[in-house]
């Protein structure tokens, strides 16, 4: 099964609109963290926003938001205002196990994002 | 944060062939990672390395031999790859000993061609 689903293979927003971006997880582990990447097309990954699974508080970093729902098990990306730099493929991740040190990510397949003008 | 590099960032090489992928991270870190990232696929996690010692192997084939000679610096030395071989390879590196926390900050990628 996977553990990481993010249904929606490609996603059109208009400039200064909001969009969010699906992901879904699978855990029977406690600690865990949830990161989002951003993935231009030049191929760096660039990490923009993480949730603890024991955080309280949805994260949130400038226009980046994560709606945490935890009992569903979804961890969505909110990008308020969007901007045509905004364009790329963004990937929902997620850590196992976060008080061990060194362990992988696990990553979903990626949304690909494209805003117009 | 833009502390970690790769090169090449382009490679084309023949079965044959035998090559190496660097990553150099600035940042302090102490894990270093290889990821592969084909087409269509989610990326996979190949290596893993923490404080230069391989903490995992995600069955990779042998045909990829990765070598860490410090927390700063991680190869993957190629040999006799197959076209399906054909990839992004990202390189990442965390702090790790930290409670929860341990994010993962990845270099540009080496886009692998093998003919």
């Known amino acids: 099964a996977q553990k990481i689903t993010q249904t929606q293979p490609g996603m059109f927003v208009q400039e200064k609109e909001a969009v969010t971006l699906d992901c879904t997880y699978d855990?029977?582990?406690?600690?865990?963290?949830l990161f989002w990447y951003k993935q231009p097309s030049s191929g760096e990954m660039i990490f923009l926003i993480y949730?603890?699974?024991?955080?309280?508080q949805n994260a949130t970093e400038g226009r980046y938001s994560l709606n945490f729902q935890k009992a569903r098990k979804s961890a969505n990306l909110v990008i308020s205002a969007s901007q045509l730099g905004d364009s790329a493929m963004y990937f929902c991740a997620m850590r196992e196990g976060i008080l061990q040190a060194g362990t992988a990510l696990i990553f979903g397949k990626g949304t690909t994002l494209s805003v117009s003008s | 944060e833009t502390g970690v590099t790769q090169t090449p960032r382009h490679l084309v090489m023949g079965m044959t062939n035998k090559k190496s992928l660097k990553c150099e991270q600035h940042l302090g870190h102490n894990a270093m990672y290889w990821y592969k990232q084909s087409a269509k696929k989610p990326l996979e996690l190949m290596f893993v390395y923490n404080f230069k010692e391989q903490t995992e192997n995600n069955s990779v084939p042998s045909r990829f031999s990765p070598e860490c000679p410090n927390s700063s610096h991680l190869f993957l030395h190629l040999h006799t790859l197959q076209p399906e071989d054909s990839a992004l390879y990202l390189c990442?590196?965390?702090?790790?000993?930290?409670?929860?926390?341990?994010?993962?900050?990845f270099g540009p990628g080496t886009r692998l061609l093998v003919l």
């Open positions: 990442a590196s965390s702090r790790t000993g930290t409670t929860g926390v341990e994010t993962q900050y």
């Open positions: 949730q603890g699974s024991y955080d309280q």
């Open positions: 855990t029977s582990d406690p600690s865990y963290g």
